[in-house]
């Protein structure tokens, strides 16, 4: 009895054993202790945290490698944007540069045109009919009481502007008239000087001076006149300071010493002259009478 007791003992402390052995083995932490049991789960959150901060490290890692190739995406296209742009503004600056040097081209050709036609007037006659009783009204209320002679000129040369030395014209010396004008016949004069170098220069005619042939006459003067010339007339614009006589048949040449010039007709300067003088009788500022025995424009200023 008693060995049937102790082999059924040593069979159930086996059994037992075994099935501890089991236990240990699929669930060890049964047969730890509470400190253990503590230790085995602070090592297994550690574990955890190390898995999950792997993991962490590897999404941001796949996502920095995302991030960089989307930025590189976005410089190649920013990089190839860059390159059309730049291309096409070469050819915008192409474009303009050729435009740039069609205009130069156009303007340059527009340089060596075919000058400005002369044109002339339909008539001295019909044009510049102005009468020495229209020019004399104008005379007496824009120019100066009549001088007696060249004395009485001399004292009273603060009312008048002397014009013998101009740019744009000549005053032929003459015993029957000095070179004064009012103030205002003096501009109408340097305007009229004036327009004909612009004119002739537009028209590619070389430069000529205008001459004047007689300016302010006095009294003395007009009384000399009157025993040899026709047409002069007691009472003169000229005694006024407001009239002056162009020539027309005659021009002082414009050119450096030394250097000549192109031969241009008479006619051809006059008839750019009558355009100016017509103009400026247009424009309300002067009376002209086309003298035919003098050779002369007479003109008083308005």
């Given at each position: 009895m008693k060995k049937v007791f102790a082999r059924r003992f040593v069979q159930g402390f086996c059994i037992v054993v075994l099935v501890l052995a089991i236990i240990k083995e699929v669930a060890p932490a049964v047969a730890y202790t509470n400190e253990?049991?503590?230790?085995a789960k602070a090592e297994a959150r550690t574990k955890e945290q190390a898995k999950l901060a792997n993991e962490a490290k590897k999404q941001q890692r796949k996502y920095k490698s995302d991030e960089k190739g989307k930025d590189e995406a976005r410089q190649s296209s920013v990089s190839d944007?860059?390159?059309?742009?730049?291309?096409?503004?070469?050819?915008?600056?192409?474009?303009?540069?050729?435009?740039?040097?069609?205009?130069?081209?156009?303007?340059?050709?527009?340089?060596?045109?075919?000058?400005?036609?002369?044109?002339?007037?339909?008539?001295?006659?019909?044009?510049?009919?102005?009468?020495?009783?229209?020019q004399l009204a104008s005379a007496v209320k824009y120019g100066v009481e009549p001088i007696a002679n060249r004395e009485e000129a001399e004292a009273r040369k603060d009312e008048l502007v002397y014009i013998g030395a101009n740019p744009y014209f000549v005053v032929e010396e003459a015993r029957s008239s000095i070179p004064y004008l009012v103030p205002r016949a003096s501009t109408l004069l340097q305007d009229i000087g004036k327009t004909f170098f612009d004119s002739l220069q537009i028209k590619g005619i070389p430069l000529h001076k205008m001459i004047i042939t007689s300016v302010l006459r006095t009294q003395d003067d007009v009384e000399r006149l009157q025993r040899h010339n026709t047409n002069a007339v007691p009472n003169s614009c000229h005694q006024y300071a407001t009239t002056f006589d162009i020539c027309y048949n005659r021009y002082r040449t414009v050119?450096?010493?030394?250097?000549?010039?192109?031969a241009v007709r008479n006619d051809t300067l006059k008839w750019v002259l009558s355009e100016v003088l017509y103009d400026m009788k247009k424009q309300g500022r002067c009376y002209v009478k086309h003298e035919k025995k003098q050779g002369c424009f007479h003109i008083t200023v308005r």
């Open positions: 253990e049991r503590a230790q944007a860059a390159k059309v742009l730049s291309q096409q503004n070469s050819k915008a600056a192409k474009v303009s540069a050729k435009e740039k040097k069609a205009l130069k081209a156009s303007r340059e050709k527009s340089k060596v045109k075919v000058p400005h036609r002369i044109y002339s007037v339909p008539g001295y006659d019909r044009c510049f009919a102005d009468g020495n009783d229209v050119a450096p010493p030394g250097e000549e010039r192109r």
